[in-house]
């Protein structure tokens, strides 16, 4: 049932954006340590704590390895924890990351994609987060800053659930989102408060034989992410596995409640259709991007070309069924990856999306287009031209170079 | 693994112990065990200090200290810090 409340329009930029939604989520702790382009979060939510605008403990770290151990430790306590990070700073939390999902920790993470080293650069593209693709958090890729401020909000709710209980990062693109200032629908604080609610504990067994809610309280003295052996560990891995399966419905959840206050939805929350169910030729792609492909599809569409979208929102965890449902009747598909898996023969959407249409009835064409890498500009007229390179493999039924670069000079 | 462990389904998340560390008999690690020579030993208390598995204690009623073999990972620190050398490490 819809019941839509009013919101107020501020300007804001992606990182803006991410800073006010953490804000009147009601975080506990934030533990952080800048790095461009995510610096603004980090500035303006420590603004938001020096004004008294918030009750959050703001721990300054003196590495992104500490700022994610700092919020596990909080996490496991019980508390809301919130931190951000981008690239070199992601790669650092690397082992953390692990640790964090491993222990359950519900923490929420802003990652503003940035690629990185060597040669450095600041510039957006997605090489940090896939990196982490495997260290058990669930990621969300938003494609402007409202759905920066809406998937934050959504985050914590997702993470804490006690059927899912694992860490989210919610990506976007550096400078594209980070820096551009947008207008952002916010809700009064008191509707976020309310929507993102009080954690909830699971009870778990422990070692003196009660059970207690799940974190760490000398009350009810617990061991969390002890030693697990052969014997063990795997068992471990299994229920993160669960986890991540439950995650896919209550993402899906989460944002159809958020969906009924604010009016805005975002596909059915793991992916997003656009023009796709009489598409012969389709893109897929994660984040900003979607917004300019679709641009495109409008013009083709103007045109009589049957061009469509599907802008996978949750790449962790995959929503293999939603992918098959929603490219059922499309010839030609060209995913777009905005990082390398270097000698992985293409990028690791494509992977992906290629070995879940390995499952379908129907095997359409599936090419890839590496772009964007460092923060190379990708153009209306370079999605156009990818548009018109599938239409010619699906008239020729033949795929001349199954990986291409997207604005590369040869 | 024997029948008795638990499915990932009856585990809590996390590692959550459900029972105590004392029970994880972690005695039969060790290669090399410490013997005592009582004759020796002066009761000072050193290897009861010095042992990091906390597995050498102290009985007053005895007056004399004792070995937990369930826990002693035969680490040897015991008979390297001993100051009469009382303490051999035989290997079991």
Redesign the interface.
Known sequence: MKSVIKQEVLALNGDEAVAYAAKQADVDIVAAYPITPQTIIVERFSEYVANGEVETEFVCTESEHSAMTACLAAA?AGARTFTATASAGLALMHEMLFVTS????PVVMAVVNRALSAPINIHGDHSDSMAERDSGWIQIYAENAQEVYDSTIQAFRIAENPEV?LPVMVCLDGFTLSHTLENVNVFPDDVVKKFVGTRQL?Q?????GKTAP?KLDPENP?????I?LP??Y???K??QE??MKNALNMIKQVHDKYAQISDRSYGDGLAEKYHLEDAEIAIICLGSTAGTVKTVIDELRAEGVKAGLLRIRTFRPLPVKEIIKALENVTGIAVMDRAMSFGGNGGPVYHEVRHVLYGADKHPYVINYIYGLGGRDTSPEQIRKIYEDLRRIIQTQRVEEPIKYVGLRE | MTSQEKSWKEISPAGVCWKPSTEFLTGDWKTYKPIRDLEKCTRCLFCVLFCPDGAIHWKPEKEDIEFDYNFCKGCGICANECPTKAIEMKLE
């Open positions: 496991t491993g222990c359950r920790a209980l699971p778990v067994l422990t070692h003196e799940f617990m061991t969390m992410g002890p697990a014997n063990y795997f068992e471990f299994r229920q669960e986890a």
